[in-house]
């Protein structure tokens, strides 16, 4: 999930040659990209729990990035709030 003010080829160019797949989110009450925004390879999830759902369990690392927004959703969905 990415506002929508952001570049978001700034982000996954720096990133294709080291992720398997690239899932994009909305992020619920602000202007956020498409997946299209991402290339033709990104895929759209309907939200987060969604998104996290469909990666297989292959033991792979997740990185969630774009927005503090999404970080703070996956934390919240993790139960790790910071103090």
């Known amino acids: ?4 003010n952001k570049d978001p ?7 294709t040659s080291s992720m398997e797949r ?3 989110v909305p992020l ?3 202007d956020h990209h498409p997946a299209e925004a991402f290339g ?3 895929r759209a999830a309907s939200d987060l729990t969604s998104a996290l759902a469909s990666l ?8 969630i990035t774009g927005s503090l927004f999404l970080a ?12």
Not at 1 to 4: F, T, Y
Not at 9 to 15: E, F, G, P, R, V
Request: aromatic share 2%; hydrophobic share 40%; charged share 20%.
């Open 1 to 4: 999930g990415m506002l929508a």
């Open 9 to 15: 080829q700034a982000i996954s160019a720096s990133l």
């Open 22 to 24: 690239l899932t994009v």
């Open 28 to 30: 619920s009450g602000h």
């Open 40 to 42: 033709v390879e990104a």
């Open 56 to 63: 297989p369990d292959d033991g792979q690392t997740v990185f």
């Open 72 to 83: 703070g959703e996956a934390l919240r969905l993790n139960e790790e709030l910071p103090d």
